[in-house]
């Protein structure tokens, strides 16, 4: 009977056994059966179906669920695009050129995280003052400070 698979039946439990016998209780409870309208599956013997025909006001079969659409559908997996390798320079010559390209490519100092006040000097475009946050904060409080010095003896201002 190995080679077989076995049938299953689905039990399910409809009314409380409050007002009934201790022994039709107990025939639920043997089927497994813990709690109101819980399901369990069971082999399709004659012994079970006997136990459940004791206690029809009690137990009904129920169809076996069916599977949902979106478990029928296969599962597949997005791998990341392979990457190319890099092209072998050909000679040495072009391996130099590409290591000079790299060395003489002028670069800009690196920005803080934050965003910066970017000035423009003088000479236009050409020389760019790149300043933090702080260096910034601390421009505009030395600016206020000069702002608020205390009133000279003439009521003027402590500058020239």
Do not use: C
């Not at 003439?154 to 020239?160: C, I, K, P, Q, V």
């Amino acid at each position: 009977m190995s080679d077989k698979v076995q049938k299953t039946v689905r039990i399910k439990w409809v009314r409380s056994g409050i007002g009934f016998t201790h022994h039709q209780k107990r025939i639920v409870r043997s089927l497994g059966l813990r709690k109101l309208n819980q399901e369990v599956e069971r082999p399709d013997t004659p012994q079970i179906r006997g136990l459940v025909a004791k206690v029809p006001h009690l137990l009904k079969f129920v169809e076996a669920p069916k599977t949902p659409a979106w478990k029928l559908v296969e599962e597949y997996t997005v791998y990341p695009p392979a990457a190319a390798p890099a092209a072998p320079a050909e000679t040495a010559g072009e391996l130099q050129a590409v290591e000079a390209e790299k060395i003489d490519a002028p670069t800009l100092p690196a920005a803080p995280a934050s965003s910066p006040a970017v000035e423009l000097g003088e000479a236009g475009e050409d020389s760019i003052a790149v300043k933090s946050g702080i260096e910034r904060h601390e421009e505009i409080a030395r600016s206020v400070q000069e702002d608020s010095k205390p009133a000279g003896p003439d009521g003027e201002s402590g500058e020239l």
